[in-house]
């Protein structure tokens, strides 16, 4: 059984970095077409933040490009975001998912595996 875990959230202030990993049991990252890191805010949909496929190739949602970087450590079977400079509208529950698929990487609907989500909240 596959089971992602996220750890790593936290209360925060403005312009502060935060560092969110996500553990995964069951299987190894590196067997995913794609993994990535998604958030939800209060009353919002779902939005991918940051993906990285098997192949290495990253996506970033232009919101965060230059502030937060996705990797993942295959020796470690963890896969990580480094977010830096944050900021209040990115209080969020910050989600760590996975997929068989390569296709469709910034859509929730296209991932088969999610863990419970860690709370970010970033105070102004």
């Known amino acids: 059984q596959v089971q992602l875990v996220e750890s790593g959230g936290g209360l925060l202030q403005t312009g502060d970095s935060l560092r969110l990993s996500c553990a995964v049991s069951?299987?190894?990252?590196?067997?995913?077409?794609?993994t990535g890191w998604f958030r939800q805010a209060t009353g919002k949909e779902r939005e991918s933040v940051a993906v990285i496929l098997r192949s290495g190739t990253t996506y970033y949602t232009d919101s965060v490009k230059g502030r937060i970087t996705i990797s993942r450590v295959n020796a470690e079977n963890t896969m990580y975001l480094q977010m830096n400079s944050l900021k209040p509208e990115e209080t969020a529950v910050y989600y760590c998912?996975?997929?068989?698929?390569?296709?469709?990487?910034?859509?929730?609907?296209?991932?088969?595996?999610w863990g419970q989500g860690t709370q970010v909240t970033v105070s102004s």
């Open positions: 998912e996975a997929g068989d698929n390569w296709w469709g990487y910034t859509d929730r609907l296209n991932y088969d595996y």
């Open positions: 069951g299987r190894t990252f590196s067997t995913f077409a794609k």
